[in-house]
């Protein structure tokens, strides 16, 4: 898509002052005026991903490239036999249109009522078929969002291919360019996983900054006195498909309430003064035109004003700003990278003192804790209420590191619950879960129910329905497999096929897990939580300060379950995990940063010797499972598990 001050000539240069300026150990990248998200793209292998345009469009595509992380699988519209919906929106035949569902055929291609040639006639009631198409699938519930977002955003990736312009739909060409003479198609969109929770947003960026926080803060703004809004309308009716008021020759829609105060020459300089100021990044890297509204020493001035005055550099990049048929040799315009350090004021706190081991305290039964809505094997539900008075009063960033079913991270109160996990099988669920109604997941699951005639009792149905969900891969058909399976449990084969067997006589979707359901839907859509799939190694925990905790589950070295044994497509656990994760709590210790570690210290009669070894260093709170024996001294066939903290 061709897009003023598009960067996809700079991603090269850019990456080059990032890389010189920062430690690679930088996990948060925000890229807030995102456009047609070529920078974010490029950059979310290595990072988690915000992005954010006020543009409606832009916030379509990076809703299905940045925070989308998987290639939609359309199981539902597979079902009434639509496999490939491209294919059936590119060539379905189109009953005649009627006058107020084709918007576009009406308004942008030349008619007995329209003389805009910004798109064929043909083409533009392809178009219009499309929109609404894709409206209709997911009204009916035969899309979710994430197939939803990837429709639209290809959609209108395909448009600029046969729109009649010479680069914005500022105006159209009087002639047909050959090009728009082509027979529509819709774009089939990449999609990078890079297990992490990406967000994008359709917002003021003066306003989003004062809600994010990060490492690395990319600034690509308007330049000069050219809204983009007018510039790319039809765009913006497409996506938004409002049926809009236009107005003029060109028939622009309304755009007051997507009006950048970086577009006018007497605001610019304050609203970049804000945005500096309230960027909680430590990082900070802009792209501007030497031909823009602000001066390079204005510029400047802002980021040494909110920045480490001698971190701040310039460097200077020339290119062409346009091509065209005609150029000018003579004019060349240059892009500026400014780069600036921000010094993030966190509260510095020596490392903790000794503190003897604790003594097992009774439970506080008044407390009530949500219940995850998954059996997953060493959940920690039943030992809330002796693990979560142990947490710290106050908590900035809370990272459930090895979450399972996420029975710690929900329960604690912080400014912000990051939940992750090796499995990405459960991640992707609670994502799901995370960005899908609470009505439209229950109507799912009875679905599944009353199509395959799930039951504690019809087996032929479970391995019926098994074998749908190993064909598709749905999240929620995952969590409705395990409602009726044995334990309730989460289990698969190293070709990562659930194969755990039928609960029968006890296994179902009762009214108790319904609620269990509803109520942990609740708190994840009402609280800052999201959900990553990274080894714990590979996570990076370096931006985290005094504020912050770290609390880990792992896998038990001497109590090894089913899910992490090696033989279930997943990682096992044995000594260098043990190790290497004793190492990585040591240095979140030398950081400042507090944290928690659950774990068995004896079992079965076998005693956890590195643990015991390691854990001399800290304080040391044995828990009671039965609420009953807190001795380490176990007998055979007991276990003796305890929270060991370094505060």
């Given at each position: 898509m061709r897009y003023i001050g598009g960067k996809s000539h700079l991603l090269g240069d850019i990456e080059a002052v990032i890389s010189e300026n920062t430690t690679r150990r930088e996990s948060v990248f925000c890229d807030i005026f995102s456009g047609t998200g070529s920078v974010a793209r490029h950059f979310k292998p290595r990072y988690e991903v915000h992005s954010n345009d006020i543009l409606h469009f832009s916030y379509v595509i990076q809703k299905a490239t940045i925070e989308n992380n998987r290639r939609p699988t359309f199981s539902r519209l597979a079902q009434i036999g639509i496999v490939d919906p491209i294919k059936f929106l590119e060539e379905a035949d189109i009953a005649q249109p009627g006058q107020s569902f084709f918007f576009v055929a009406d308004n942008y291609a030349p008619n007995e009522h329209c003389d805009r040639m910004y798109i064929s006639k043909r083409n533009a009631v392809r178009v219009d078929f499309i929109r609404n198409t894709i409206e209709a699938w997911n009204e009916s519930g035969l899309i979710d969002e994430i197939e939803y977002y990837y429709l639209l955003a290809s959609l209108i990736e395909g448009v600029p291919y046969v729109s009649n312009i010479t680069g914005t739909y500022g105006a159209y060409l009087k002639k047909w360019d050959k090009r728009a003479l082509k027979a529509f198609e819709m774009a089939r969109l990449d999609v990078v996983d890079n297990g992490r929770a990406n967000h994008s947003y359709n917002t003021d960026a003066n306003k989003l900054i004062r809600e994010l926080e990060g490492d690395i803060l990319y600034i690509d703004p308007p330049y000069n006195s050219r809204q983009y809004a007018p510039n790319y309308h039809l765009l913006?009716?497409?996506?938004r498909y409002d049926y809009p008021e236009v107005r003029g020759?060109?028939?622009i829609r309304p755009y007051d309430d997507a009006?950048?105060?970086?577009?006018?020459?007497s605001e610019v300089l304050e609203v970049f003064d804000d945005l500096i100021a309230k960027a909680k990044f430590a990082n900070i890297v802009l792209s501007?035109?030497?031909d823009g509204l602000m001066t390079s020493e204005q510029i400047e001035t802002v980021l040494k004003r909110h920045g480490a005055e001698q971190s701040c550099k310039r460097y200077d990049i020339p290119y062409r700003k346009y091509k065209s048929k005609i150029t000018d040799e003579t004019k060349t315009v240059r892009e500026y990278l400014f780069y600036v350090r921000k010094d993030i004021p966190r509260p510095i706190v020596s490392a903790p003192p000794q503190r003897v081991t604790g003594t097992f305290k009774p439970p506080d039964k008044r407390l009530k804790y949500i219940k995850s809505p998954l059996n997953y094997i060493g959940g920690k539900y039943k030992l809330l209420p002796q693990i979560m008075p142990l947490f710290p009063r106050h908590i900035g960033a809370f990272v459930d590191l090895f979450a399972g079913g996420c029975n710690v991270g929900i329960n604690t109160s912080a400014g912000r619950v990051i939940c992750n996990d090796l499995n990405t099988k459960i991640i992707d669920m609670f994502n799901v879960f995370h960005h899908t109604d609470t009505d439209e997941i229950l109507r799912r699951i009875e679905e599944n129910i009353r199509e395959y005639g799930l039951s504690k009792e019809n087996e032929r149905g479970f391995i019926d329905f098994r074998s749908h969900y190993n064909s598709t891969d749905d999240p929620i058909d995952l969590y409705t497999l395990?409602?009726?399976?044995?334990?309730?449990q989460f289990r698969f084969n190293n070709n990562l096929e659930y194969n755990n067997p039928f609960g029968r006589n006890r296994s179902r979707f009762s009214a108790n897990m319904r609620n269990n359901l509803i109520a942990f839907l609740q708190r994840i859509k009402t609280e800052n939580i999201i959900f990553t799939a990274c080894d714990f190694e590979r996570f990076d925990l370096s931006a985290?300060?005094?504020d912050d905790m770290v609390y880990c589950d792992p896998p038990y070295l001497i109590a090894t379950g089913s899910y992490n044994d090696g033989n279930r497509g997943f990682k096992d656990w044995k000594e260098p995990q043990e190790t290497a994760l004793y190492n990585l709590l040591d240095r979140l210790h030398r950081q400042g940063v507090k944290f928690a570690l659950s774990n068995v210290l004896a079992h079965k009669g076998v005693r956890n010797e590195i643990l015991l070894d390691w854990c001399k260093?800290?304080?040391?709170?044995?828990l009671d499972y039965d609420y009953s024996n807190s001795s380490y001294n176990t007998q055979k066939g007991e276990s003796a598990e305890a929270l060991i903290t370094n505060y």
């Open positions: 913006e009716t497409i996506s020759v060109t028939g009006k950048s105060a970086f577009c006018v020459k501007y035109s030497t395990t409602c009726y399976s044995f334990n309730y985290l300060g005094a260093k800290y304080a040391v709170t044995p």
